[in-house]
């Protein structure tokens, strides 16, 4: 029978650091993670959730498709200048937080890029630009004041939803989401373009 004596006993008691001290290290070591900078453009499929790439592609195809309808080409007939467009209201209707005010201006940069659509300020971006032309009014010098009275007027309001459904038999998952967009001519209430985008992702076990 051993019997640890007070010798054995101190070994005993740096072993169990020894070993308390390395598992420790080799536990923050694997915690430890690393960063790198990506392109923004790279597609980065961490998950099967709706992501920067989506917002992108699905703005630039869908507004690609509503310049080729017939609206377009009849107001370039009978207009000078490019149609303006106020952006009323885009509506996450789906179960996860998506960031709506990226996907619109995902929206207005790939027609302002293309040089054929104006677009007007809407809502608190509009206000808080009237309220510095009312501060111009009072304190800039008087040829340098924007005037009031003489705002562009928006022709066509551009407004609609982003839905999910998803799928699930606990091995696999499938996420599912449809963006409808539509266009209205204000004028005449007239719906002049309606579009929609669909996009399915599969994702296996390990990514849920």
């Known amino acids: 029978m051993f019997i640890a004596t ?3 006993s101190k070994w005993t008691i740096l072993s ?10 080799m536990l923050l070591s694997a915690c430890s993670g690393s960063v790198k900078r990506l392109d923004t453009n790279e597609d980065v499929m961490l998950s099967d959730r709706w992501n920067d790439t989506d917002s992108r592609l699905v703005a630039e195809e869908m507004m690609g498709d509503m310049l080729t309808f017939p609206w377009f080409r009849d107001y370039n007939f009978s207009n000078k200048g490019n149609p303006t467009v106020i952006v009323q209201s885009i509506r996450n209707k789906t179960s996860e937080h998506i960031p709506v005010e990226t996907f619109i201006n995902d929206i207005k940069r790939s027609l ?3 040089g054929k659509v104006d677009f007007v300020v809407s809502g608190a971006e509009r206000d808080d630009v009237r309220a510095e032309r009312e501060e111009q009014e009072l304190n800039a010098a008087p040829d340098t004041v924007a005037k009031f009275g ?10 609609g939803t982003i839905n999910s459904i998803v799928d699930s038999n606990g091995d696999q998952r499938v996420s599912f989401y449809q963006v409808d967009l539509k266009l209205i001519d204000m004028t005449t209430n007239r719906e002049v373009w309606n579009g929609q985008k669909k996009i399915k992702k599969l994702a296996d076990k390990g990514f849920f």
């Open 112 to 114: 302002l890029r293309a």
């Open 16 to 25: 169990v650091k020894g070993l308390f001290t390395l598992f420790m290290a």
């Open 6 to 8: 007070p010798k054995h």
């Open 150 to 159: 003489l705002e562009q007027g928006a022709g066509f309001a551009l407004s």
